[in-house]
């Protein structure tokens, strides 16, 4: 499965953003999907997880209130939904997809997209 991550783009804080994730082909029913990002200099981190049926989000306290993750497995895609963007939001955003284990907060997941970046100005 090769998946791309889209939607990146310089905004300001406050504003919005989607990200999308496309998979070249249909996850497995047991398949997790995620997002994490690295900012500058730091280390890849947890954002958001959603199973494979849509019904079971997980997010990183952070975020927690101002991102959404979705997925749409007609299309073979998923969404992160991106409100209240701050500056800390800055980072290169990466999709993954892994069979559905719990935790999906682990950063041991089987496919990876390319990343896209992010950047929120103050």
């Known amino acids: 499965v090769q998946l791309q991550a889209y939607g990146g783009g310089l905004v300001q804080a406050g504003d919005s953003l989607r990200l999308s994730c496309t998979a070249s082909?249909?996850?497995?029913?047991?398949?997790?999907m995620g997002w994490f990002r690295q900012a500058p200099g730091k280390g890849r981190e947890f954002v958001a997880a959603?199973?494979?049926?849509?019904?079971?989000?997980y997010y990183a306290d952070s975020v927690k209130g101002r991102f959404t993750i979705s997925r749409d497995n007609a299309k073979n895609t998923m969404y992160l939904q991106m409100n209240s963007l701050k500056p800390g939001d800055t980072a290169v955003y990466y999709c993954?997809?892994?069979?559905?284990?719990?935790?999906?907060?682990?950063?041991?997941?089987?496919?990876w997209g390319q990343g896209t970046l992010v950047t929120v100005s103050s």
């Open positions: 993954a997809a892994r069979r559905e284990v719990l935790p999906l907060s682990s950063a041991e997941y089987e496919y």
């Open positions: 959603v199973s494979w049926s849509g019904y079971k989000t």
């Open positions: 082909e249909r996850t497995p029913s047991d398949y997790a």
